[in-house]
């Protein structure tokens, strides 16, 4: 079975940092893309960022770029999103997504079940 | 940015009856491989999402032939052909042609 088990949300003052984890398995993390995906309370849904399959490739929603990092570890199987100098608007559940295979394209097939970020003083 | 702009925000349904939800794009999603590159997603109460269509027509997996999309360059439907109970939720499109991705505003269906 497929799984992402995201983790480290929690309340934090404007200005901190903290740092997502997804744990995944039951696929072949090292040739999927993914994505970190955000819905700030009954709002929609917006895209973060995205990392290719080996970690060379990286593409970020202009309002966090400079300020939040995606990275991955596959010999963990893990994704990671680090998230500095962060805002009352970051304030959101945030999903972990597989997303493309490098040749295939195949939409943000399977979602975590969200880790929640506070952000306010 | 490529915007997403999806009609109605909000759809009442009928079980058993047919609904079908809009989206447009602000730019063409075809790519020169001639597929669209426009995704649907359905949010059920309380849940995450989870992928339904994919290139503006394929099915995901265990997604119900009774749910289709369709439609090309900047003009894409989803329709669902017989609405039933467990299809109440929040319907989204997202393009994935470019970064960043982008979702429309969502339409809400309620029986």
């Not at chain 1, 404007?14 to 090292?30: D, I, M, V, Y």
């Not at chain 1, 009954?42 to 995205?50: C, D, F, P, S």
């Not at chain 1, 570890?73 to 994704?79: F, H, Q």
Request: glycine letters at 12%; charged letters at 20%; hydrophobic letters at 30%.
């Amino acid at each position: 079975e497929v799984q992402l088990v995201e983790s480290g949300g929690g309340l934090v003052q404007p200005g901190g940092s903290l740092r997502l984890s997804c744990a995944t398995s039951g696929f072949t993390f090292t040739t999927s893309w993914m994505s970190w995906v955000r819905q700030a309370p009954g709002k929609g849904l917006e895209w973060v960022a995205n990392i290719d399959q080996d970690g060379s490739g990286k593409n970020y929603v202009d309002s966090v770029k400079g300020r939040f990092t995606i990275s991955r570890d596959n010999a963990e199987t893990s994704l990671y999103l680090q998230m500095n100098s962060l805002r009352v608007e970051d304030t959101a559940v945030y999903y972990c997504v597989r997303d493309r295979l490098p040749s295939v394209y195949r939409g943000l097939d399977v979602w975590g079940q969200g880790t929640t970020v506070i952000v306010s003083s | 940015d490529i915007v997403m702009t999806q009609s109605p925000l909000f759809l009442p349904v009928t079980p058993g009856e047919p609904a079908s939800i809009s989206c447009r794009s602000s730019q063409s999603l075809l790519h020169s491989n001639g597929y669209n590159y426009v995704d649907w997603y359905l949010q059920k109460p309380g849940q995450s999402p989870q992928l339904l269509i994919y290139l503006g027509s394929r099915r995901a997996s265990g997604v119900p032939d009774r749910v289709s999309g369709s439609g090309s360059g900047t003009d894409f439907t989803l329709k669902i052909n017989r609405v039933e109970a467990e299809d109440v939720g929040v319907y989204f499109c997202m393009q994935g042609l470019q970064s960043p991705r982008t979702f429309g505003e969502g339409t809400k269906v309620d029986i």
